[in-house]
């Protein structure tokens, strides 16, 4: 008898939820309260791992500063795998120790399979959401702010019902308290956007939704959009997130195409060009396929962007291509539009896009699936997604209201640390258009249905993708660049692979990079107008 | 001699459960890789880390949680964590902070461990340990995200404990019994030490600390006790690391003579005679630094403050973490009926 069984008869039991699905192995409910994943009946081959990986460090120093600085490690969650991770490390910068003592538990064991495929087991876990996670990020001390926040929510419970008429006079009731509290900051502000949002809602829907961002002009949008970009740091992070995943799936890769779902000014690209072009071994070939609005004005601002990254390509000596899509919704490209070739390494890159796919009724065949789809047909290196962390898509208008005051409170917090003008005053504006949307529209109109990314792990896990994990580095150069560019406050967390950014412990922004699964039933290829055979 | 080239593991493997095992040795493994022998840390592989969880409005288990900033100048957080009341299963904002009723609730300021340099308030396995105290003592939990080291040395942790305390005592939606906050201070290893310094800050001021809950709290002092050299390497712990995290937390150049450290030590503050809170000190017989301990109790009973020593014989650090054995019920019904004995 082990030394172990005795000391497990009232230990680690199985998960807590009672998961439906028959799973062979539970994951011990204990350590998942703790952050982490281990099977119950891998328990003891975990312990001998931890235990080699021990005798392998001690008096080894230089591993030991090797392990912490040079590797990278992925997803801490997964207590095996980052475990065997750093023995391999270890085994690769020195030869085992010959002195090893004699550790009568320990078998040699198989290969573990450290591929990451989506265990879609494992994401039933995650199933519980965390809703309505909220940070008070404002003393609320001032009366008349809890009054405030009180008669907001009785207000959208009004509206939820029906009651446009009483919801009006509170409308009323509101503004002429708001005329008492601070709204340059806290949750004076906060409030004046949700009465502002709920009053369009109840008096003129049709002016926010039917002309919406569609009544603002593309233009209008790319320059708020850039405002938001730099006040906080939010689109920064989305971007250099995503170009390291990307520059790392094109390592080895000499011709590669990045198609970009939003180019809006090409922000993101001037750094993986430059990354690009100071590659070992030198740049490959990149081409560009840039996704956006068609311009109404009779410019082609979607070239005006190609040329100026062209120029800049070609001062870095990197061969370049551009071509621009002009579509007005995700869903009316096709993917022969893009032109993928057959020997390209591709990178998909969306940016708070997917999301608005998510609006139509119809559950076969919607939007969200058709593009995925395709997508997956690509057979993308990589693809990275960049989302709102936040349940924005909830069916109950209630829920949806108090999750985005929670939400933007904390959004706007953030930006009171900015100094810079106008930039803050617009990206306020850009935050306001977001809310809008979310609070005033529904149907077709409503596009800001972001989603958590637990919803989205388990959406990409279905449409045929898998996790590449974001590591150490990816966390470290995100720490860093957020330090030299941003107020105290920001914090990057590691979450099972993917990377969120937050202000005071609530995140905000959810990074992730995603791979197609190989599949024998539904191959993978170039798909063109052609055929839909496989063209490798 | 069990020293810190010596790998012995078999003795720990017998003492815990095979998934207590599990999680202290993960975190064994991972603090040895951030601490650097230079004194430095590697803040950017902890964070990376460090398992996180957010705040949640929605009720889990009779619990919600919600993050408030204390102060904004050093960016000092802390998560409160509120029992649901009955029939309330949706929260909106104007409830996390409505006011309690007139029967006593406790308020426990709770300070996380970690040796000064580890965790945070919304470190999983504090989030769970504070849940479960709110569960067990009917009480509010306020866990602060205080300062660590070696950023951040000796004073900053205490200074943040009294920032978190002079604000919990002036919350009115605090308040129950007799218009005022029951306040207790609650805290493990490095939370533990930080207890008693609020704690003896307090008594200067006019904030009554009710009671110090401290759960294996991490003092030291300059020479090596038995218990340091009986037990080094043992059971998770070893002296070198109990070393580093001082070095990293007193001010340059100090000894472990310093009165943050060794509290009853030659440099101490004299406790007689004043009015400290009654404490409860849990200590484990597994742990190397008991005889500190066992000699922080001995001061507080020389100076004629009321202490209650708990001493779990086969109990190693960390065993709070999990409900997975006798130790862990036998503490939470302690600190369950120190905390209530005052209604």
């Known amino acids: 008898m082990s030394p172990y069984d005795s000391a497990t008869s009232s230990g680690g039991g199985s998960g807590s939820s009672a998961s439906s699905s028959a799973k062979p192995s539970e994951i011990d409910g204990l350590l998942a309260g703790a952050g982490y994943k281990v099977r119950s009946s891998d328990l003891r081959h975990v312990a001998q791992r931890l235990e080699r990986l021990e005798t392998a460090m001690v008096n080894s120093p230089v591993e030991i500063s090797h392990l912490a600085s040079d590797a990278v490690h992925y997803n801490p969650s997964d207590i095996a795998s980052w475990v065997d991770s750093l023995l391999s490390e270890l085994h690769q910068t020195a030869s085992m120790p010959s002195d090893l003592p004699d550790l009568p538990d320990l078998m040699v064991a198989p290969a573990i399979n450290h591929t990451v495929v989506s265990d879609a087991a494992w994401t039933d876990q995650d199933a519980p959401q965390q809703l309505n996670q909220f940070t008070v990020v404002t003393a609320m001390e001032e009366d008349s702010g809890i009054r405030l926040v009180h008669m907001l929510m009785t207000c959208a419970e009004s509206v939820q019902r029906g009651e446009l008429a009483f919801a009006g006079s509170l409308i009323e009731d509101m503004q002429a308290l708001?005329?008492?509290?601070?709204?340059?900051?806290?949750?004076?502000?906060?409030?004046?956007?949700?009465?502002?949002?709920?009053?369009?809602?109840?008096?003129?829907?049709?002016?926010?939704?039917?002309?919406?961002?569609?009544?603002?002009?593309?233009?209008?949008?790319?320059?708020?959009?850039?405002?938001?970009?730099?006040?906080?740091?939010?689109?920064?992070?989305?971007?250099?997130?995503?170009?390291?995943?990307?520059?790392?799936?094109f390592d080895g890769h000499d011709c590669v195409h990045v198609i970009d779902?939003?180019?809006?000014?090409?922000?993101?690209?001037?750094?993986?060009?430059?990354?690009?072009?100071?590659?070992?071994?030198?740049?490959?070939?990149?081409?560009?396929?840039?996704?956006?609005?068609?311009?109404?004005?009779?410019?082609?601002?979607?070239?005006?962007?190609?040329?100026?990254?062209?120029?800049?390509?070609?001062?870095?000596?990197?061969?370049?291509?551009?071509?621009?899509?002009?579509?007005?919704?995700?869903?009316?490209?096709?993917?022969?539009?893009?032109?993928?070739?057959?020997?390209?390494?591709?990178?998909?890159?969306?940016?708070?896009?997917?999301?608005?796919?998510?609006?139509?009724?119809?559950?076969?065949?919607?939007?969200?699936?058709?593009?995925?789809?395709?997508?997956?047909?690509?057979?993308?290196?990589?693809?990275?997604?960049?989302?709102?962390?936040?349940?924005?898509?909830q069916p109950g208008f209630m829920d949806r209201f108090t999750e985005a005051l929670y939400y933007y409170s904390t959004m706007f917090d953030s930006l009171e640390a900015c100094t810079l003008q106008p930039e803050k005053a617009l990206a306020e504006i850009y935050i306001q258009r977001e809310i809008c949307n979310v609070v005033c529209c529904e149907g077709l109109a409503r596009v800001e249905r972001h989603e958590p990314l637990g919803k989205w792990r388990a959406r990409l896990g279905q449409a045929g993708f898998r996790p590449l994990q974001l590591g150490s580095n990816a966390f470290k150069q995100a720490s860093m660049l957020l330090t030299l560019f941003s107020a105290e406050g920001y914090c990057v967390e590691e979450k099972e692979g993917c990377l969120t950014l937050g202000w005071h412990s609530r995140p905000l922004i959810a990074a992730s990079a995603w791979q197609a699964v190989p599949d024998a039933n539904s191959p993978l290829g170039i798909v063109n107008h052609h055929s839909n055979h496989n063209a490798l | 001699m069990a020293g810190s080239n010596e790998v012995n593991l078999n003795e720990s493997k017998m003492v815990v459960p095979l998934n207590t095992w599990v999680l202290i040795s993960n975190f064994k493994l991972a603090y040895n890789l951030l601490r650097r022998p230079d004194g430095t840390f590697n803040r950017h592989l902890a964070e990376f880390l460090d398992r996180k969880v957010p705040a949640n409005a929605n009720p889990v288990d009779g619990v919600f949680s919600f993050d408030v900033i204390i102060d904004r100048s050093t960016s000092l957080l802390s998560r409160i964590y509120r029992p649901a009341q009955d029939g309330e299963p949706q929260l909106n904002i104007v409830d996390l902070e409505k006011p309690m009723t007139a029967e006593v609730v406790p308020v426990i300021i709770f300070f996380h461990g970690g040796s000064f340099a580890h965790s945070s308030a919304n470190s999983a396995i504090y989030d769970t340990l504070c849940r479960r105290l709110v569960g067990i003592c009917k009480a509010v939990v306020v866990?602060?995200?205080?300062?660590?080291?070696?950023?951040?040395?000796?004073?900053?942790?205490?200074?943040?404990?009294?920032?978190?305390?002079?604000?919990?005592?002036?919350?009115?939606?605090?308040?129950?019994?007799?218009?005022?906050?029951?306040?207790?201070?609650?805290?493990?290893?490095?939370?533990?030490?930080?207890?008693?310094?609020?704690?003896?800050?307090?008594?200067?001021?006019?904030?009554?600390?009710?009671?110090?809950?401290?759960?294996?709290?991490?003092?030291?002092?300059?020479?090596?006790?038995?218990?340091?050299?009986?037990?080094?390497?043992?059971?998770?712990?070893?002296?070198?690391?109990?070393?580093?995290?001082?070095?990293?937390?007193?001010?340059?150049?100090?000894?472990?003579?310093?009165?943050?450290?060794?509290?009853?030590?030659?440099?101490?503050?004299?406790?007689?005679?004043?009015?400290?809170?009654?404490?409860?000190?849990?200590?484990?017989?597994?742990?190397?630094?008991?005889?500190?301990?066992?000699?922080?109790?001995?001061?507080?009973?020389?100076?004629?403050?009321?202490?209650?020593?708990?001493?779990?014989?086969?109990a190693t650090i960390g065993f709070y973490l999990l409900p997975n054995n006798h130790h862990f019920y036998t503490v939470m019904g302690e600190i369950s009926n120190f905390v209530s004995s005052d209604c």
């Open chain 1, 178 to 249: 708001l005329t008492r509290v601070n709204t340059s900051c806290g949750i004076g502000k906060v409030a004046d956007y949700f009465i502002d949002a709920l009053r369009r809602r109840i008096f003129s829907p049709q002016s926010v939704c039917f002309g919406g961002s569609g009544s603002a002009s593309p233009y209008e949008n790319e320059v708020l959009y850039h405002h938001f970009y730099e006040a906080c740091p939010y689109l920064k992070f989305a971007h250099f997130t995503a170009n390291q995943a990307i520059l790392e799936a």
């Open chain 1, 261 to 393: 779902f939003n180019l809006m000014h090409g922000l993101q690209w001037p750094a993986l060009i430059q990354a690009l072009a100071l590659r070992p071994g030198g740049p490959p070939l990149l081409r560009l396929t840039g996704i956006g609005p068609p311009s109404p004005d009779g410019r082609d601002s979607l070239r005006e962007v190609g040329l100026r990254l062209a120029e800049l390509a070609r001062s870095v000596n990197v061969r370049f291509a551009f071509r621009g899509v002009a579509a007005l919704r995700l869903e009316d490209v096709k993917p022969w539009m893009l032109q993928v070739g057959p020997k390209e390494a591709v990178a998909v890159n969306s940016i708070m896009q997917l999301h608005r796919l998510l609006g139509s009724e119809s559950t076969r065949n919607s939007p969200v699936e058709v593009v995925l789809g395709w997508i997956r047909n690509l057979n993308p290196k990589i693809m990275t997604v960049i989302e709102q962390e936040a349940n924005h898509n």
């Open chain 2, 143 to 314: 866990s602060v995200n205080y300062r660590r080291a070696p950023e951040n040395r000796y004073p900053c942790a205490y200074d943040d404990g009294w920032g978190a305390l002079e604000w919990v005592n002036s919350r009115s939606w605090l308040k129950s019994k007799d218009s005022k906050v029951h306040i207790y201070l609650a805290g493990d290893s490095s939370g533990g030490n930080i207890v008693h310094h609020v704690a003896s800050r307090a008594v200067e001021s006019d904030i009554e600390v009710l009671g110090n809950i401290l759960l294996n709290p991490m003092f030291g002092g300059p020479e090596r006790t038995e218990s340091e050299k009986r037990l080094d390497g043992k059971y998770f712990v070893t002296i070198q690391d109990r070393d580093w995290y001082w070095k990293a937390f007193l001010p340059e150049g100090e000894d472990r003579d310093h009165p943050a450290c060794n509290p009853f030590g030659p440099r101490g503050k004299i406790l007689e005679g004043i009015k400290f809170p009654k404490s409860l000190v849990v200590v484990a017989g597994l742990d190397l630094v008991q005889d500190w301990q066992l000699a922080y109790v001995k001061g507080l009973e020389k100076a004629g403050q009321e202490v209650k020593l708990l001493y779990l014989d086969q």
